[in-house]
């Protein structure tokens, strides 16, 4: 099977690269980026066809493709990929509006084509791990969940509007809803949110606290922020503590680290443990070969991006949000 990626101006595209290139039987085909000193540069460092626009390399003959391009290019993306016939593995969040997300959505229904949504913490072996017990009854009912995913803020074009579409609330929401979610089978029916931001953010925001109702009486609330400083490593925070009738249970999914200290770098991580991009480019890649929808849909995107979008508009009447 052949894979290419357009744009790695998401930092995941490096690492679902080299996820790629462990899978047997599949080959990264090529890199298409419209700015060429980066695309480039990514094509020379894994040895593949670097295309300066997308329509060369969704003209030759890959299967699908990865789209890691800035947030509000999901869109266009996914659009010209589905219209060539290629199946598509899009980061998240989905898009910024939701219109745009249910036109990409039909767009790859109407080709034929799988669109799966990159939230590769459901392939984190401690989240599988509680959501079996969860479904085993191990907690009895869930009562409510406290969920956090915090970082430091990226920079770059993470903190411009019309390139991200919003700041931590936009990028950190999604990954912890969805698990929520699946955790569940149950949707966000309530939101309201805390946003803030500082001047260090370039206008955008840098910390949220979503507080959420489920349909099935859940209570839960997400600390979303990109709190941490500049010597911080930037992502590597999921933690959740979920609260039932018969039970309590704590997860922190990055916790397979070395904690390393120097003068110079202040404190970074150094993972020996399991790699869960992998885990969702195999699970992309099997869903394509068994001719099946992947385990995490476009409509999963959807509802992460419905909850980060509401939390938005919560935030600013500063009232809660009905969903449904």
Known sequence: MKVGIISVAHMHAYSYARALKQLEGVELAGIADPDQERGGAAARRFGVQFFPDIDGLLDSDIDAVIVT????????????????????????????????????????????VELMTAFPVRFNPSIARAREMIKEGRLGRILAIKGTNRGKNPGGWFVDPSLSGGGAVMDHT??????????????????????DRLPSAGGIDEAGILTMEFDNGVFATLDCSWSRNRAFPTWGDVTLEIVGTEGALSVDAFAQ????????????????????????????????????SPSVTGEDGLKAVEVALAAYRAAETQTPVILR
Not at 74 to 100: F, N, S, W, Y
């Open 69 to 112: 391009s800035e947030n509000v290019k999901h869109r266009e993306h996914v659009l010209a990929a589905a219209r060539a016939g290629k199946h598509v593995l899009c980061e998240k969040p989905l898009a910024t509006i939701l219109q745009d997300a249910r036109e990409m959505i039909e767009a790859c229904k109407k080709n034929g």
């Open 174 to 195: 999604v990954h912890v809803v969805d698990v929520m979610r699946w955790f569940m089978g149950s949707e966000v029916r309530e939101v309201y949110a805390e946003v």
């Open 257 to 292: 680290k070395l904690h390393v200290y120097t003068d110079d770098q202040g404190v970074s991580w150094d993972y020996w443990g399991d790699d869960m991009d992998v885990g969702m480019i195999r699970e992309f890649v099997v869903s394509i070969r068994e001719g099946r």
